[in-house]
């Protein structure tokens, strides 16, 4: 049975579910109502949301505004200020990186990393790539790990998506299997229905296709060339590695890693490549963190 009411001048349908006996109900507008316990309300809930420069890496804002001229950051006027660490984390990861020099002075590579509209280690993988010989690679690379997650796992077809994942898995990088992906894509003529198959979004092969010539006509503007390396991509992980070191992460324990610099514990994440190699490496170089049940190294 379904009825309609007027409430608050929006239409409010109930609809009964005669196997069940319950009853829905939803509003038809573009409003979300939450119930919350008054313990909750009281207690766990803030009054605002904290300002997301307050809760995020700020390394491309630092490296922005020292291109700007910016010089003294702590005393910078910031309309909601972050935390101190927070700027001088950002100085050192930016100074380790090589874009500041040891006064905290923009370098000539800093200049250039600024020119992307990048994370700047990306930046900076993209810039090195230049001088190794494999841009053509570390663009597409790049590009991937730009946009979510390009496998999707439909309810009732895990066992079959999973399949069609390991046939891209490169058992030394995930990064090269996102490679792998994308040249397989492109061999099979940028094909919707290809991705169907192969349980892949097509819409973020799109994306990453875009951002990949977004990025390609920065590099031309800047002279940059557009190199391959062929089937060397021992050269693409070596390149990795020269802008992600300080995320690099030595074996402790069964399959427990921590960071060489920071001791930060963390693991291999099941759907890596790595995970099921036969063998533990004992050190990697992850993209990210992933915080679940564990923390996760992402590649």
Not at 11 to 24: A, E, K, N, Q, W
Not at 93 to 113: I, K, P
Not at 154 to 182: C, I, M, N, W
Not at 188 to 195: L, V
Request: proline share 5%.
């Amino acid at each position: 049975k379904i009825c309609t009411y007027t409430v608050f001048g929006h239409s409010l349908i109930f609809f009964r579910c005669p196997i069940y006996g319950v009853v829905f109900s939803f509003f038809l507008c573009r409003q979300c109502f939450r119930l919350y316990t008054q313990a909750a309300y009281r207690s766990e809930m803030l009054i605002a949301t904290v300002p997301e420069i307050q809760r995020t890496n700020l390394s491309n804002v630092v490296l922005l505004l020292k291109s700007l001229g910016v010089q003294d950051l702590l005393q910078f006027h910031f309309m909601d200020p972050p935390p101190q660490d927070n700027i001088l984390n950002s100085l050192f990861q930016l100074w380790v990186l090589g874009a500041l020099d040891n006064t905290g002075a923009l370098t000539s590579l800093g200049r250039q990393m600024v020119e992307f509209p990048l994370d700047p280690a990306l930046s900076k993988l993209l810039i090195v790539s230049v001088d190794m010989e494999c841009s053509a690679e570390v663009l597409v690379i790049v590009s991937m790990l730009s946009v979510p997650s390009i496998f999707y796992r439909p309810k009732g077809r895990e066992e079959e998506s999973d399949q069609a994942r390991e046939k891209f898995l490169v058992p030394e990088s995930d990064h090269l299997t996102l490679l792998h992906v994308y040249q397989q894509w492109k061999g099979n003529s940028y094909a919707a229905q290809w991705c169907n198959e192969h349980f892949i979004h097509i819409k973020a092969l799109r994306k990453v296709r875009e951002v990949r010539q977004q990025l390609k006509d920065i590099m031309d503007q800047r002279k940059m060339p557009v190199i391959s390396c062929g089937n060397d991509w021992d050269v693409v992980r070596k390149c990795i590695c020269s802008a992600y070191f300080h995320q690099a992460a030595k074996l402790k324990g069964i399959g427990e890693y921590v960071n060489c610099r920071s001791g930060m514990p963390c693991h291999l994440h099941p759907t890596s490549a790595l995970y099921g190699m036969g063998f533990t490496p004992d050190h990697v170089v992850y993209h990210e963190l992933i915080m679940t049940s564990k923390v996760y190294a992402g590649f």
